[in-house]
């Protein structure tokens, strides 16, 4: 059985919360879309923590986390997350799983974002600057660099091809600021996020439904409010499967 929680006003709904909440009735909380632009804030112990890449079941020791297929992970983010989260005694390498096919956030794709902002003036539209509309414009493109390639030999290879490209429309935006600083973060990253369970996101779910566990997945937010309940739900399954399939 699969559960979704999906936002229907452009985010800030409480999202992250809710799924904290009801996390305690399901075996898998599974985050299937997005980026680090998300910001769940949940109270642990008295304490604040805000998650932005993990999902929020990761403070029940019981349950299965995974981060899935159409999920654009910034593995800094990521990285700083673990470490906040391990200070509250929490074991996330035990219970956090990774989809070889999320596609990852490279440097070059905050770069591209930072400028294509820039060039905008008093037309831009406020992005956070964190990488994630070019990322996923890699991921429906078929350019991009996905997890699962962290563990292929040519992976150095293929980010150097991938970043000359990026490069390439970064000198058509004459971006001049140094990048080298973030390369070095991700490359500290990249070592960490190969410590972790990376999995075949869609069989890894598949199978955890054929064993009768019950699976909790959040999603985006996205204005429905002009469509129909009917249209609504069938606009919502197509993004869903979607989003876990690639």
Known sequence: MVDVILGMQWGDEGKGKIVDYFAKNYDVIARFQGGPNAGHTLYVDGKKIVLHQIPSGIFHEDKVNL??????LDAITLKRECENVAAFGVDYK??????ERAHLILPTHRALDK?????????????TLKGIGPAYMDKT???GLRVGNLLDKSFTTDYIKLRM???RLLDNFNFQ??????????FEAME???????????YFI??????????????????LGSWRPKERREVCWMWILEHFRL
């Open 67 to 72: 981060i899935g297929n159409g999920v654009v």
């Open 94 to 99: 035990k219970n956090l799983f990774i989809s």
């Open 115 to 127: 400028a294509s902002e820039l060039s905008k003036g008093n037309e831009k539209i406020g992005s």
């Open 141 to 143: 493109g078929r350019n």
């Open 165 to 167: 490209k990026h490069q």
């Open 177 to 186: 600021e140094d990048i080298n600083a973030w390369e070095e973060e991700f």
């Open 192 to 202: 960490f996020l190969r410590e972790f369970k990376i999995v075949n996101g869609e």
């Open 206 to 223: 598949n199978e955890k439904i054929s064993e009768g566990k019950k699976v909790l997945a959040r999603g985006p937010a996205f204005e």
